[in-house]
């Protein structure tokens, strides 16, 4: 996919990868972007930074992304990428709050449903279109010190695999964004929104990118056209260790695990 000339939508638009995604597309020629988030003012400054348009939406709720879409559409035009992006971090272990882990699955999960169950007949009618949904190499390969973040991103890679294989016939593309650690509010240690310390020091083993560093990747890999977009490419080899031994690589995690928790 070339993104010049395209509409995109762009949810979790307000800071982080969400803004770094904006400017680089708007740098590669977009006709028009959306910027989404939950704070108004956030998506504002992105949208000032691209000459787009700002929304402000609350992706945990059905109706917030089919006002986005509905609005885009009509106003801007048809959407030709929906992003996918915006994510948070909670519930992180077996006794978090119930509403801990229904609020993370409502974000991170239901997010991505809801943006397809209203744009997929839409594209399919005008022979096509893009989603590319943020996932987390969490959803690879799951997610010390966070356990509803590495359920729902797992889900979240879940549902694109279904999305992509029930509509690429009819001109559905899927992308699943699946960076390690990124220099974002979620990675800041001691922001209020922030995963515990033990995640990020997990996910930032093998280096902490820039917002940046990974949109250059994804416009490569959109370009390619891959399911998987993977900024750290050493992703695929923990994912090749995984199954080809399971028991072996669960007794590896735990040991990271201990260690990382000072257990070891």
């Known amino acids: 996919m070339e993104l010049a000339n395209k509409i995109i939508v762009i949810t979790g638009a307000g800071s982080g990868i969400g803004r770094a995604l904006a400017v680089r597309f708007h740098?590669?020629?977009?006709r028009s972007i959306v910027a989404v988030d939950i704070n108004l003012a956030d998506a504002q400054d992105t949208a000032q930074m691209v000459d787009?348009?700002?929304?402000?939406?609350?992706?945990?709720?059905?109706?917030?992304?089919?006002?986005?879409?509905?609005?885009?559409?009509?106003?801007?035009?048809?959407?030709?990428?929906?992003c996918s992006n915006a994510g948070i971090a909670m519930g992180r272990h077996i006794h978090s709050p119930n509403s801990e882990w229904q609020?993370?699955?409502d974000v991170n999960v239901m997010s991505h449903v809801y943006a397809a169950r209203h744009l997929v007949p839409r594209m399919v009618a005008r022979g096509g279109g893009y989603f590319m949904n943020t996932?987390?190499?969490a959803g690879l390969l799951n997610?010390?010190?966070?356990?509803?973040y590495g359920v729902t991103k797992h889900a979240a890679v879940g549902f694109g695999e279904w999305l992509a294989?029930?509509?690429?016939?009819?001109?559905?593309?899927?992308?699943?964004?699946?960076?390690q650690a990124v220099r974002t509010r979620m990675t800041a240690v001691g922001d209020e929104s922030s995963s515990a310390p033990s995640a990020i020091t997990a996910a930032a083993g093998d280096g902490m990118l820039e917002p940046e560093e990974l949109a250059d990747t994804v416009v490569q890999e959109l370009r390619n056209e891959s399911f998987?977009?993977?900024p750290h490419s050493i992703v695929l080899d923990y994912m090749r260790n995984k199954t080809t031994n399971y028991d072996r690589w669960i007794g590896g995690m735990n040991k990271l695990m201990r260690k990382i928790t000072g257990l070891i």
Not at 165 to 179: A, N, Q
């Open 143 to 148: 997610q010390i010190g966070g356990a509803a």
């Open 228 to 230: 998987l977009i993977l």
């Open 52 to 82: 787009g348009t700002a929304m402000m939406a609350d992706v945990a709720k059905e109706g917030d992304i089919v006002r986005v879409i509905e609005d885009t559409e009509s106003q801007i035009g048809p959407i030709d990428l929906f």
């Open 135 to 137: 996932s987390s190499a």
């Open 165 to 179: 294989i029930h509509h690429k016939h009819e001109g559905i593309r899927v992308s699943m964004l699946c960076p």
């Open 103 to 105: 609020t993370i699955w």
């Open 27 to 30: 740098a590669e020629g977009a």
